[in-house]
Nanobody
Framework: QVQLVESGGGLVQPGGSLSLSCVASGIRFSIYTMGWYRQASGKQRELVAVIPSGGSTNYGDFVKGRFTISRDNAKNTVVLQMNSLKPEDTAVYYC????????WGQGTQVAGSS
């Protein structure tokens, strides 16, 4: 059974930082493309960051150098470090894994505070 378990969401002030983690089980992690999407209320899900098995990363245009995705194949973990957070970064963030089939985590909420 495949499981992707996210953690690290929460409330953050503008300009603050958060680190999201996703631990995968039930897959051969090292060959999977891993990534993060997000979905804000009333909006479509959009790509945040992706890191293939080869390690070449890609980011959504809105990231603009603020976020960094990394993976640790030994720990079956992908991490999204988010800095300089803005109110518009408020969304549910979803971890995904893709190798042919695609799997999703349950999501973790990131909310900006004033």
């Amino acid at each position: 059974q495949v499981q992707l378990v996210e953690s690290g969401g929460g409330l953050v002030q503008p300009g603050g930082s958060l680190s999201l983690s996703c631990v995968a089980s039930g897959i051969r992690f090292s060959i999977y493309t891993m990534g993060w999407y997000r979905q804000a209320s009333g909006k479509q899900r959009e790509l945040v960051a992706v890191i293939p098995s080869g390690g070449s990363t890609n980011y959504g245009d809105f990231v603009k150098g603020r976020f960094t995705i990394s993976r640790d194949n030994a720990k079956n973990t992908v991490v999204l470090q988010m800095n300089s957070l803005k109110p518009e970064d408020t969304a549910v963030y979803y971890c995904y894994a893709r190798y042919g089939r695609q799997y999703w985590g349950q999501g973790t909420q990131v909310a900006g505070s004033s």
